[in-house]
């Protein structure tokens, strides 16, 4: 394997020469700049990435911090990061805490340590709350997704999803709905709390009654949104409801098998509608499309990727943030 002294050797110049030009620094004249450059090439020299950001003190590589990588629903957003960093001269390192804030601080600890020179983190849960305002007063440039942190100056792209719900209440109503259920996505997620507070909200706005009944705790997971209807019907209500409104469409689709095995049709005898616009296929069952509520991922992953190189390059002291407003799909569950 080539190494800078080869180069040095093959290009008739200094070592010195050979080290300004691998760290595009001044002092190289163009004709000495093209021999170097040269002689990389026909040896096939590589620089010593480490070396190389000992001195520019630059990685050029971005940390992804996220609770999953193997979920479908995440792809979009990973494709949005990836096809920006793309344009860029970065790398990017993906990883999963597993929803776990213990295991979010020690990447966010491996990532400040000079191993990349910025990060992205994607996640609702509020756990993780102390440490964003922790955050707020690292000099690292990073972007926080999801986790809605008003108030904080740090880079922050999120999502309305009290007015999707509101939205999503709104469309229920017109659609003849007097007798609304929710199934909560997992309440120690700020996502699940704002969908079901948008919930309440449009109910009180239409001068309807939210009983307590009327909300069944559950997660964002087809096993849990089973489960959670599945306890429901077996308690008894004592009217079904004309519609539910589940806090994710992964809750929704274990929801349905619940109440397709009490026989009750979707949606003649109750209307369906999730949130996040999540094809779910469940094996031995029929694809329906979702009443559901659809956000931007592949945007909210492009624009975190832009938001965090700029912060890279500029350093602003105002930090910006972004929110997105989910737009409703209506599909054949309504």
């Known amino acids: 394997m080539a190494s800078i002294y080869d180069v040095a050797k093959l290009a008739g110049v200094s070592k010195t020469l050979v080290s300004r030009v691998i760290n595009d620094q001044k002092g190289v004249s163009e004709k000495s ?14 620089p010593n990435a480490i070396a190389r950001s000992l001195v520019l003190q630059k990685t050029n590589i971005i940390g992804v911090i996220m609770d999953s990588l193997c979920q479908a629903y995440y792809f979009d957003f990973i494709k949005g990061i990836e096809q920006e960093i793309e344009k860029s001269s970065y790398e990017v390192l993906f990883c999963s805490a597993r929803d776990n804030v213990e295991a979010k601080k020690k990447y966010v600890d491996f990532f400040s340590q000079g191993r990349t020179d910025g990060f992205i983190m994607y996640g609702s849960n509020v756990r993780d709350h102390k440490l964003i305002e922790e955050l707020e007063h690292s000099r690292m440039p990073m972007v926080i997704v ?24 709104e469309y229920l109503i017109k659609q003849g709905c007097k007798n609304i259920y929710h199934v909560t996505g997992d309440l ?4 699940a709390i704002d969908r079901m507070e948008g919930y309440r909200a ?30 429901a019907l077996a308690e008894g209500m004592d009217e079904l409801p004309d519609a539910i409104y589940f806090g994710s469409d992964a809750t929704a689709a274990g929801g349905m098998i619940a109440l397709e095995e009490k026989g009750i049709r979707i949606p003649e005898d109750i209307k369906v509608a999730g949130f996040d616009n999540d094809l779910i296929m469940l094996p031995d069952r029929k694809p329906r499309r979702l009443t559901t509520l ?38 054949e569950t309504t």
């Open 294 to 331: 659809a956000q931007p991922m592949f945007e909210m992953g492009a624009n975190a990727a832009r938001l965090l190189l700029d912060d890279i390059k500029d350093s602003p002291q105002k930090k910006k943030r972004i929110i997105y407003y989910p737009e409703l799909v209506i599909g």
């Open 33 to 46: 700049r093209k021999k170097i450059l040269d002689a990389m090439n026909e040896l096939n020299y590589r």
């Open 146 to 169: 999801e986790n809605d942190v008003d108030g904080l100056n740090i880079n922050n792209i999120c999502v309305d999803n009290r007015y999707g719900s509101e939205v999503m209440i």
């Open 202 to 231: 449009a109910l009180r706005k239409h001068g309807m009654e939210c009983r307590e009944e009327m909300i069944i705790q559950a997660d964002f997971t087809v096993e849990g949104g089973c489960r959670a209807m599945r306890k």
């Open 188 to 191: 120690a997620v700020k996502a």
